[in-house]
């Protein structure tokens, strides 16, 4: 029961194959079984999962979108009365007293809360090598990285020991994980999902979103967590379509765009094969490809990091040690207070980005490195509508590397940061992308490929996802760990 999907598992309950007990307490089993080896959870929450599950066998319809459903939330989603860390020491004993208004929503489609799973801390990183609770390891090879920042949301469900996860992406945190671990992961429009109850780490950046094994359990949980919030004053009131009805297996008429600099310097050789094997699949189905340029791709990264870093350092001075969140027992006065707060309790990336972020925003520099980042934004938004004038969506690789072993990268913060230079560019834009699996390379090492459409086009997401999904098996494989 625990390769199931969302469709076929609510089916099983219908048909009364099992209980949303007896499937609840599979998926506790299995995380008693593999935890151990994955690290993926940083909080289970049992009791909370086996009551919510009485109650769905007690409802015994299973009607709502995701009644009797189990799956985690990243450790970055408030839950009133469950702890909520970000990974950080600085808030390892946090106990938020509210709900992000995305739970509630799951929690009203019937969804059913097994824990809380593991980050980088502050969502900072591409690895989940900086987690303060260890690092999480990547089911087909525990050797190696699950990705980041939602490396434990990824391990998680490529290991079956969720059916889906909520992650956050705000550079490419969902997509990069999913692509690493072979699930879907979905990054929405910027304002598709409210932001409430999200620890943030650039406000202007942030999305949370489905990361599930197939295309179709990323649209039901879409259906369920999207649309306006009066919780969150970015989100947008923009109707949210069925996405049931996208998923076509026929891609005649669609324009589907090759960015030519995707594909270039910097992009491994078996990633570029195996998603240009994909992209022959695509043109199979009726699909027309074409070749695009966005020559602005080469400034993404120093553009993003500039503004997420400026956007974080702010977000997190909020960290004093006063309110709440870790306080050192050492500080003799106020100004200890904070120095030594702040110095226990995060760890070397957040320093590091509040030291960047800081520098960046600081007289005599905003114009030279925030302002001028701020326009490269722009023009690389209006760069990205401009192609989605002559085409549907666009097809690239997810991650420019295979999964890289745990501590390779880990004293070359810029090495990491390049591991995302595939995906900052669509965060940077405000649009939508999706990472699905497309293969592996020669030593068993997942790969994926991302679809990228314009703001609000999640449908095309979904059209191009679930059609080539339904003509590969990639989707279909299980690690053994």
């Known amino acids: 029961m625990l390769h199931l999907s969302i469709k076929q598992t609510q089916e099983a309950l219908r048909q009364k194959q099992f209980t949303a007990t007896e499937l609840t307490q599979a998926y506790l089993d299995r995380i008693a079984q593999t935890d151990e080896k994955l690290n993926a959870f ?28 189990p799956m985690n939330l990243k450790d970055v989603v408030c839950t009133d009365g469950i702890r909520t860390t970000a ?27 097994l824990g809380k799973t593991n980050t980088d801390e502050f969502t900072m990183g591409s690895s989940s090598e900086n987690s303060y609770f260890g690092t999480s390891r990547n089911p087909w090879n525990l050797d190696y990285v699950p990705g980041g920042s939602s490396g434990g949301p990824a391990a998680s469900v490529a290991g079956d020991q969720s059916i889906f996860s909520i992650g956050t ?51 039901l949980v879409l259906q369920t967590i999207a649309g306006q919030s009066e919780k ?16 076509k297996t026929d891609l ?41 340029s966005l020559p602005l791709t080469k400034y993404a990264i120093p553009t993003y990091y500039l503004l997420v870093k400026s956007e974080s350092s702010s977000n997190l001075s909020r960290y004093d040690g006063v309110k709440y969140g870790h306080a050192s027992d050492q500080a003799k006065d106020l100004e200890e207070i904070y120095l030594k707060s702040r110095s226990e309790g995060f ?10 972020g800081t520098y960046a925003l600081s007289a005599g520099y905003y114009d030279a490195f925030y302002l001028k980042a701020a326009k490269v934004r722009a023009l690389m938004k209006r760069e990205f509508e401009t192609v989605f004038k002559t085409c549907d969506a666009l097809i690239t690789p997810t991650s420019p590397t295979l999964p890289f072993k745990i501590g390779e990268k880990a004293d070359d913060p810029l090495s990491m940061y390049m591991s995302d230079i595939l995906t900052t560019p669509i965060n940077l834009a405000g649009i939508c992308a999706m990472s699905v699996p497309a293969g592996f390379s020669q030593n068993g090492l997942p790969i994926g490929m991302q679809i990228i459409a314009n703001q609000f086009e999640e449908g ?22």
Request: hydrophobic content about 40%.
């Open 169 to 219: 992406d705000t550079g490419g945190s969902i997509r990069q994980p999913s692509s690493l671990c072979s699930i879907v992961g979905l990054k929405v429009t910027y304002g598709r999902v409210p932001r409430h109850g999200c620890i943030p780490y650039a406000s202007s950046f942030d999305t949370g979103g489905p990361m599930t094994k197939t295309v179709e359990d990323a649209a």
């Open 232 to 247: 969150d004053a970015t989100t947008v009131d923009t109707p949210v379509p069925d996405y049931s009805q996208f998923l």
């Open 42 to 69: 940083v909080t289970v929450t049992a009791d909370l999962a086996l009551e919510q599950a009485k109650k769905a066998d007690e409802k015994a319809n299973f009607s709502g979108l995701l009644s009797g459903i």
């Open 87 to 113: 990974s950080s020491k600085m808030l390892e004993n946090f106990v938020p007293p509210y709900n992000a208004h995305l739970y509630d929503r799951l929690l009203d489609a019937g969804a059913i809360l």
């Open 347 to 356: 760890g070397d990336e957040v320093k590091r980005t509040i030291m960047i």
């Open 252 to 292: 005649t008429g669609m324009k589907l765009g090759l960015p030519k600099e995707y594909f270039g310097e910097g992009v491994e050789k078996e990633v570029v094969d195996t998603v240009m094997a994909g992209v022959e699949v695509l043109k199979q189905l009726g699909a027309e490809i074409v070749e695009v």
């Open 460 to 481: 095309k997401l979904f059209h191009v996802g679930h059609a080539f999904e339904q003509a590969t098996e990639w989707h279909k494989k299980r690690p053994i760990f």
